[in-house]
């Protein structure tokens, strides 16, 4: 079991830049893997990174690939999404969400615990 607390969302303008932080709690956090998703209105939720429970592997969604990067800090029970060069379709609710190891980092419906969303809302 992990509780999942996200925060760093808000206004930006385009071009500009975020730090998103997701709050983990107790001792197995080092156990999951870390995933990042996001969900538009009148979009489905997706995948847009995903890190591994040693942070080896990590994954990006083609609409992110080269702009923005997850990292986590086990020793803090955190992990991190910086977006950077932001455009207006970032625009979304962005989630935090742990999956128990044994299967890859993309296995999306594996994916168990999440936390509440921040709104991230970027204008031209």
């Known amino acids: 079991q992990v509780q999942l607390v996200e925060s760093g969302g808000g206004p930006v303008q385009a071009g500009g830049s975020l730090r998103l932080s997701c709050a983990a709690s107790?001792?197995?956090?080092?156990?999951?893997?870390m995933g990042w998703f996001r969900q538009a209105p009148g979009k489905e939720r997706e995948l847009i990174a995903a890190?591994?429970?040693?942070?080896?592997?990590?994954y990006y969604s083609d609409s992110v690939e080269g702009r923005f990067t997850i990292s986590r800090d086990n020793a803090k029970n955190a992990v991190y999404l910086q977006m950077d060069s932001l455009k207006p379709e970032d625009t979304a609710v962005y989630y935090c969400?742990?999956?128990?190891?044994?299967?890859?980092?993309?296995?999306?419906?594996?994916?168990?615990?999440w936390g509440q969303g921040t709104q991230v809302t970027v204008s031209s």
């Open positions: 107790g001792r197995t956090f080092s156990s999951y893997s």
């Open positions: 969400a742990a999956k128990p190891r044994g299967s890859t980092i993309t296995t999306v419906r594996e994916y168990k615990y």
């Open positions: 890190i591994s429970q040693s942070a080896y592997n990590t």
